[in-house]
């Protein structure tokens, strides 16, 4: 074969295939570029409408990472294809063994796929943020972490839960915004229902005045009323709003200082009363019931038969 067959081919080929190469390879460089800078601008503009919380650019960061990671290689392994087809390679067997691969791996990392699609959905949703409580699959704690795969909690005894976000089907947000702390007083039946409504609410006022705890209360109590008859009580209900995570806080300040406005006024907080029943035969007799009180100098109570 002579050199200007050769040099004719050569510059056939590149005529035919060469320019589409070069055409390909620019192509998907200008794409990526294009793609990175509309990514980065999207999330960068998400970002700074929420400014003061530095978890939510977190969340951001972590999100423009993960899109441009999968826009990439979706970007680079299109352009491979293409270009192998160019160089005259068959990409049919190549297209096949990469689906058999994909099979393989999608049934062997299911859970894996499962948890990074639902890591993402939570992230973009705002479901959770570190520093909220949350109750998740069961466990209930304070959010440290959280990533595409693996959320972590750490609860009140300090036990810490790596729960996989795929198997995350409900998520309890206890801080979401603002928090509520609900009461369920319970007084005994001969109490004035409406006396103890107002106790309830100068607590509150007491409370937020107080400077100590006022700046964590967002509403006054709100009393909701009578709520139900119990065994022993009648229970009436209120509930007070206060910001992220303080509801504890302010919710064992307020029994603390009702129980000893309680006390002053008299009003009664029950507790569970036992019944004896000795029984009845069938001619109506009872059999004796002896009451013995074990205090010193006390003595024992007999049943009259």
């Known amino acids: ?12 080929w590149a005529l035919d295939h060469g320019i589409r190469l070069v055409l390909i390879v620019v192509l998907a460089l200008i794409l990526l570029r294009v793609t990175t800078v509309v990514i980065r601008r999207v999330f960068d503009r998400i970002a700074k409408r ?8 977190k969340r951001a960061q972590t999100l423009k990472s993960s899109v441009h990671f999968a826009v990439t290689i ?34 062997g990392a299911q859970n894996l796929v499962r948890d990074l699609i639902s890591g ?4 973009m949703d705002n479901q ?3 520093g909220d409580v949350v109750e998740v699959s069961g466990k209930g704690g304070l959010v440290e972490d959280i990533n595409l795969r693996i959320t972590t909690l750490r609860d009140l005894a300090g036990n810490v839960h790596y729960i996989r976000n795929g198997d995350i089907g409900v998520i309890t947000n206890m801080t979401m915004g603002y928090s509520r702390y609900v009461f369920e007083v319970g007084v005994a039946y001969r109490e004035d229902v ?21 700046p964590d209360i967002i509403e006054p109590l709100e009393v909701l009323g009578l709520d139900q008859f119990a065994d022993s009580a009648v229970i009436i209900k209120a509930r007070t709003t206060t910001k992220p995570i303080q509801q504890w806080r302010i919710g064992r300040e307020f029994n603390l200082r009702l129980k000893k406005a309680f006390d002053r006024r008299g009003i009664e907080i029950p507790f569970p009363h036992l019944t004896v029943y000795p029984g009845e035969d069938k001619q109506g007799q009872s059999p ?15 049943k009259p038969e």
């Open 120 to 123: 993402f959905f939570i992230l």
């Open 288 to 302: 004796p019931l002896h009451v013995v009180n074990d205090a010193p100098g006390a003595r024992g109570l007999r």
């Open 194 to 214: 409406e006396e103890v409504i107002e106790v309830l609410k100068q607590v509150d006022e007491e409370l937020r005045a107080d400077p100590a705890f006022a």
């Open 74 to 107: 979706t970007i680079v392994v299109v352009a491979i294809i293409m270009s192998l087809r160019e160089l005259g390679v068959d990409i049919a067997p190549i297209l096949a063994a990469a689906g058999i691969l994909g099979l393989a791996v999608g049934f």
């Open 128 to 130: 959770v943020r570190v």
């Open 1 to 12: 074969m002579e050199i200007n067959e050769i040099l004719q081919r050569v510059l056939q």
């Open 50 to 57: 929420r400014e003061e919380e530095e978890e939510f650019r």
